[in-house]
């Protein structure tokens, strides 16, 4: 399953709220069937990395993130 987002305010983070979110969509998505979920994180968001990290996600080293934009992508949708 891919998780597109999971989002907790800036105010209530440090609470297990994201835990508790995280949890749910897991319970969910191995209730559905899957055998795992993936998602992605910004390099540079540690609070996030270290988090993921703590609750065992591994990082995915087989897959990059492409962004098309500037003349690049005038160039494709023309």
């Known amino acids: 399953m891919f998780l597109e987002d999971l989002y907790v305010t800036p105010d209530l983070r440090g609470n297990g709220l994201g835990f508790v979110m995280l949890r749910e969509v897991a319970k969910y998505a191995k209730d559905e069937g899957f055998a795992r979920m993936d998602w992605q994180a910004l390099k540079w968001n ?8 703590s ?7 087989e897959n990059l993130d492409f962004r098309l934009r500037g003349q690049a992508f005038s160039q494709l949708a023309n």
């Open 46 to 53: 540690a609070p996030a990395l270290k988090f993921y990290q």
């Open 55 to 61: 609750i065992g996600a591994e990082s995915d080293d």
